[in-house]
């Protein structure tokens, strides 16, 4: 189940790879807690409230991220760049530069992270080609340097 957890988030962002996300050795316990819960619900056991609890966080994003730092969009903190830009978010980040979440998925990140019941205000499309292959040789270049 790990392999196509991960293969998601790379079809994402090219960028979504150890160490920016957690390595499978931290995703195996948090995916195998999720799988417990999940039969548990299904066989009837446990009250109401936690099967309510359960059956929400379905429609959550499984974050495997490292960076669980505060994703601020610009229109609530009455940023002067709100709208003059592509990425209209910010975030107060302390993690060191390989673990940062991409900018261009800030806004996205803190949609999931945020949106209450059903649908959040952005959905996971198809791959954007042209950026993966710009965020690919980004990369390449960043090793060989």
Request: glycine share 4%; aromatic share 4%; with cysteine.
């Given at each position: 189940?790990?392999?196509?957890?991960?293969?998601?988030?790379?079809?994402?962002?090219?960028?979504?790879?150890?160490?920016?996300?957690?390595?499978?050795?931290?995703?195996?316990?948090?995916?195998?807690?999720?799988?417990?819960?999940?039969?548990?619900?299904?066989?009837g056991?446990?009250?109401?409230?936690?099967?309510?609890?359960?059956?929400?966080?379905?429609?959550?994003?499984?974050?495997?991220?490292?960076?669980k730092?505060?994703?601020?969009?610009?229109?609530?903190?009455?940023?002067?760049?709100?709208?003059?830009?592509?990425?209209?978010?910010?975030?107060?980040?302390?993690?060191?530069?390989?673990k940062?979440?991409?900018?261009l998925?800030?806004?996205?990140?803190?949609?999931?992270r945020?949106?209450?019941?059903g649908?959040g205000?952005?959905?996971?499309?198809?791959i954007?080609y042209?950026?993966?292959?710009?965020?690919?040789?980004n990369?390449?270049?960043?090793?060989?340097?």
């Amino acid at each position: 189940m790990i392999v196509p957890l991960l293969h998601q988030w790379t079809k994402a962002n090219a960028l979504f790879k150890p160490p920016v996300i957690n390595q499978c050795r931290t995703i195996e316990p948090k995916l195998t807690k999720l799988w417990h819960k999940a039969v548990e619900t299904s066989l009837g056991k446990g009250n109401l409230a936690r099967k309510n609890e359960f059956l929400h966080t379905l429609d959550t994003l499984f974050d495997i991220l490292t960076c669980k730092c505060s994703i601020q969009l610009c229109s609530e903190s009455n940023c002067s760049h709100s709208g003059k830009r592509e990425n209209n978010s910010h975030i107060d980040c302390g993690c060191p530069r390989e673990k940062k979440i991409p900018v261009l998925e800030l806004e996205f990140i803190k949609a999931e992270r945020t949106k209450a019941e059903g649908q959040g205000s952005m959905q996971m499309g198809s791959i954007d080609y042209s950026e993966t292959k710009k965020q690919i040789a980004n990369a390449k270049k960043r090793e060989q340097i």
